[in-house]
């Protein structure tokens, strides 16, 4: 077998742990900046941003284009 690596950025990346490096990374404030959503803005939790993601995928976009960038500096 090959090992075949996968050209996907996110490939592999649970949306938990990527929204736990982009709060260790930026902080709610400023992803509540750059992602203007209320679970970043007011009382914010991975637990409830979670919630938020999955049900919308406009913010889940946003957060991992967020993340995307970070990664490649």
Known sequence: ???H???DPL???TLER???ELVAEF??????????IRCFLFDPSIKSSLTF?????W???KVEEIYVGMKSG
């Open 1 to 3: 077998m090959t090992g």
């Open 59 to 61: 913010a889940r976009t």
């Open 27 to 36: 902080g709610w404030r400023e992803l509540g900046k750059r992602v203007p």
């Open 53 to 57: 993601l999955r049900k919308n995928p």
């Open 11 to 13: 490939h592999g990346i």
């Open 18 to 20: 990527l929204l736990t």
């Open 5 to 7: 690596k996968s050209n």
